[in-house]
């Protein structure tokens, strides 16, 4: 079946732009994570959802970052009036979200942001 | 709060070389220990994984064992192949702790197996 897909795959912006990345869940996954990866911090967690709701959101390095998630499935992650530092690769992964045990996280290509 | 460290790259070996990437944890509760891996160009994969204490995970003749007495989940492999040229990433995740899978991750080890 498919796997988690993300759009765009590569993006350059300008600073001071909004850019808006998008993730498309595996089908029926109820748990949706945004994760970044940069050179300077390596992989960082940003935010969980599960279903529609983002009981955490504690990775969201400043309130210029925000996501959503509808129909409990395509999740947005915007990025508002970006700055150079905000360059990096941003990782979609989501889950069945089974309660107890751990679940395997599946993730996506990714998108390259750029900020120039 | 609980991390991952992890040896530094950048590894280099031969083909069917043994492979030990060093992976220790630091965490408060008892987390699930993973290794995941990123071949060039693509996404991030579960390797492998172990969700208790003297569990081995296994996959692809890769195998790492989640020691507790030692907090380590070291990634092992007897013969490296040029296709396993990647880079790995030791992770761990605490659901008894936040309920879900936030997982945390090492900085990860390129490895580069040349013929």
């Known amino acids: 079946g498919a796997g988690v897909s993300q759009s765009p795959s590569n993006k350059v912006t300008e600073k001071g732009k909004d850019v808006e990345l998008r993730c498309d869940p595996i089908?029926?996954?109820?748990?949706l994570y945004w994760y970044r990866q940069s050179l300077g911090q390596g992989l960082e967690f940003l935010i969980y959802?599960?279903?529609?709701?983002?009981?955490?959101k504690s990775g969201l390095p400043s309130d210029r970052f925000s996501a959503e998630r509808t129909g409990g499935s395509v999740s947005t992650l915007t990025i508002q009036r970006t700055q150079q530092e905000d360059s990096a690769v941003y990782l979609c992964?989501?889950?069945?979200?089974?309660?107890?045990?751990?679940?395997?996280?599946?993730f996506g290509p990714g998108t390259r942001l750029t900020v120039l | 709060g609980d991390s991952v460290t992890q040896m530094e790259g950048p590894v280099t070996l031969s083909e069917e070389a043994f492979l030990t990437i060093n992976c220790t944890y630091t965490?408060?509760?008892?987390?699930?220990l993973f290794w995941y891996v990123q071949y060039p160009g693509e996404g991030l994969q579960l390797l492998l994984k172990?969700?208790?204490?003297?569990d081995k995970g296994s996959n692809k003749g890769f195998e790492a064992t989640y020691r507790k007495e030692t907090t380590s989940f070291h990634l092992e492999k007897g013969s490296v192949q040029v296709s396993d040229s990647a880079v790995y990433f030791c992770?761990?995740?605490?659901?008894?702790?936040?309920?879900?899978?936030?997982?945390?991750f090492g900085p990860g080890t390129s490895l580069s197996v040349i013929p």
């Open positions: 992964a989501s889950s069945p979200g089974l309660a107890g045990g751990t679940d395997t996280q599946y």
């Open positions: 089908s029926g996954h109820t748990a």
């Open positions: 959802f599960q279903g529609n709701s983002a009981p955490d």
């Open positions: 965490a408060t509760g008892y987390p699930s």
């Open positions: 172990a969700t208790k204490a003297d």
């Open positions: 992770a761990l995740s605490d659901r008894v702790k936040t309920s879900y899978d936030k997982v945390i």
